[in-house]
């Protein structure tokens, strides 16, 4: 089950840099990406305290959470495995890819699984193409992937 996010502490983290930030020209962004890292997301009980605390809209608040893809509302799973979708990926197989481990990790597209391991979510062109077709987890780099190399990968982690 997904743990609960919603602690005295990470909130105390939170009120710190806001602390560190305020009054700041800009200050929106470099809290947000502190809050995403405290939090693993930026969910809509994270924007109201960041609102309050800014006197800021919170729609506008929510419309630059929404609008940039490093932020998200949802907690990422522990791995997040990204499989290119650019041109050279697709056309070398990345569906395939996409498909073996939706099964294998119990996951959707832009889903976490049950467990709260892994995250699933489909990107476009990683500057990877002579290495078509790429999947990422996390940090690490997989290329030239044929669909029984999934297996192999997602039991590292």
Known sequence: MAKNIFT???FAKLDAVIAKHKGQRGALMPILHEAQKIFGCVPMEVQK???EELKMPLAEIYGVVTF??????EPKGDYVIGVC??????VKGAQKLIDKIKELAKVEVDG???????SLVATRCIGAC???P???VN???YGRLVESDVPGIIAKY
Do not use: H, I, M, R
Request: hydrophobic share 35%; proline share 0%; glycine share 8%.
């Open 112 to 118: 976490t699984s049950a467990d709260g391991k892994f």
């Open 68 to 73: 940039y893809s490093q932020f998200t509302l």
């Open 134 to 136: 790429v999947l990422t």
């Open 49 to 51: 305290k960041v609102s």
């Open 85 to 90: 979708l650019g041109t050279a990926c697709y």
């Open 139 to 141: 940090e690490d780099v």
């Open 8 to 10: 005295q502490e990470n």
């Open 130 to 132: 002579g290495l078509a």
